[in-house]
T-cell receptor
Framework: GDSVTQMEGPVTLSEEAFLTINCTYTATGYPSLFWYVQYPGEGLQLLLKATKADDKGSNKGFEATYRKETTSFHLEKGSVQVSDSAVYFCALSDLGNTDKLIFGTGTRLQVFP | EAQVTQNPRYLITVTGKKLTVTCSQNMNHEYMSWYRQDPGLGLRQIYYSMNVEVTDKGDVPEGYKVSRKEKRNFPLILESPSPNQTSLYFC?????????????FGPGTRLTVL
């Protein structure tokens, strides 16, 4: 079945460092891909999405490109801030009529001043 | 403000005592889902609904019930909770069933079953 694999956390960075969180997927067909962020004590917020191959999603300085050839959707940010500390989830949309998002296990990012 | 709301946010209960977690959305979305989040497992879908009176099982439906009598509400019912249902629960809604649509999540309900 479809699945999402994310790099293990926690990822620990200093402020202004470059961030990459790896995400690869397995899917039949061409799903949409999403990054959600969960700040401490809060629900999930959509960070960015891409709906077809070679699309780049971007928001708040974060970017991810839908790479069909490598089945990847890696999250990047050029300069992280302490306020970016959160758990990041990569997800793909099930193409059946199930309303389901298939999530990775999440990657915790900790940014220190 | 467009949002998904859940109540309660925190709940501690005992084995076997029936409980309901409410979910409501004000965006006129057709699709709604319930997920549970467990450490190391990410989020897994429990049940979903495509519209009023239309519901179906997700990946982990055992021990749960849902209903969709109104478009805006999608309560999650645990008729006889057990400790393995201790988890963080999220309700979500989406405008249509299109895979390109964004799912919007509620703030979560942290449930502890003793």
């Amino acid at each position: 079945g479809d699945s999402v694999t994310q790099m293990e956390g926690p990822v620990t960075l200093s402020e202004e460092a470059f961030l990459t969180i790896n995400c690869t997927y397995t899917a039949t067909g061409y799903p949409s891909l999403f990054w959600y962020v969960q700040y401490p004590g809060e629900g999930l917020q959509l960070l960015l999405k891409a709906t077809k191959a070679d699309d780049k999603g971007s928001n708040k300085g974060f970017e991810a490109t839908y790479r069909k050839e490598t089945t990847s959707f890696h999250l990047e940010k050029g300069s992280v801030q302490v306020s970016d500390s959160a758990v990041y989830f990569c997800a793909l949309s099930d193409l059946g009529n199930t309303d389901k998002l298939i999530f990775g296990t999440g990657t915790r990012l900790q940014v220190f001043p | 403000e467009a949002q998904v709301t859940q109540n309660p946010r925190y709940l501690i209960t005992v084995t076997g005592k029936k409980l309901t977690v409410t979910c409501s959305q004000n965006m006129n979305h057709e699709y709604m889902s319930w997920y549970r989040q467990d450490p190391g497992l990410g989020l897994r879908q429990i049940y979903y609904s495509m519209n009023v009176e239309v519901t179906d099982k997700g990946d982990v439906p055992e021990g749960y019930k849902v209903s969709r009598k109104e478009k805006r509400n999608f309560p999650l019912i645990l008729e006889s909770p057990s400790p393995n249902q201790t988890s963080l629960y999220f309700c979500a809604s989406r405008l249509t069933g299109s895979s390109t649509d964004t799912q919007y999540f509620g703030p979560g309900t942290r449930l502890t079953v003793l």
